[in-house]
C-alpha cells in the first residue's frame, strides 16, 4: 500500500513540475511577443582613450648577452667565472640517477 501511495505522490509531483515548466515557457514566449521595447540596440564602436596607452612590461636581454658571439670568441677567465660552474659530486650523481631513470624507461618500452 506505501508503495502506491509512493507511486502517486511521484506521478502527482512530476506533472506539477511539468506544469509550471510549461508556464515558464508561455510566460517568457508571451512577454518576449508583447514587449514593449522593439528597438534594436545599436553600439558605437568607437574607442575613447582616457589615458595614454602604455606597453606591456616584457623581460629583457642583459646588455652583456649576445645571441650570437664571433666564430673565434674565446671566453676570458671573467667569462669562465660568470657562465661556468664547476660541477661537484653531488651534481653528477643527480645527473647520473637522472640518466639512468631515462634510459631504464626506454629499454622497459623496448620489445
Known amino acids: ?3 502506491l501511495n509512493k507511486k502517486k505522490f511521484i506521478a502527482v509531483s512530476l ?3 511539468l506544469l509550471f515548466f510549461l508556464l515558464a515557457i508561455l ?9 514593449k521595447n522593439k528597438e534594436e540596440v545599436m553600439f558605437d564602436d568607437t574607442i575613447i582613450l582616457h589615458q595614454e596607452l602604455i ?3 616584457v623581460p629583457s636581454i ?7 658571439r664571433p666564430k673565434d670568441y674565446q671566453w676570458t677567465e671573467d667569462d669562465i667565472d660568470r657562465w661556468f660552474t664547476t660541477p661537484d659530486g653531488e651534481m653528477l650523481d643527480t645527473l647520473d640517477s637522472a640518466n639512468r631513470q631515462m634510459i631504464d624507461k626506454l629499454l622497459e ?3
Do not use: N, Q, R, T
Request: net charge neutral; hydrophobic share 55%; aromatic share 22%.
Open 1 to 3: 500500500m506505501k508503495i
Open 62 to 68: 642583459p646588455d652583456d648577452y649576445y645571441l650570437v
Open 109 to 111: 618500452a623496448a620489445p
Open 27 to 35: 510566460v517568457f514566449f508571451l512577454g518576449s511577443f508583447f514587449s
Open 55 to 57: 606597453p606591456p612590461k
Open 15 to 17: 506533472l506539477i513540475l
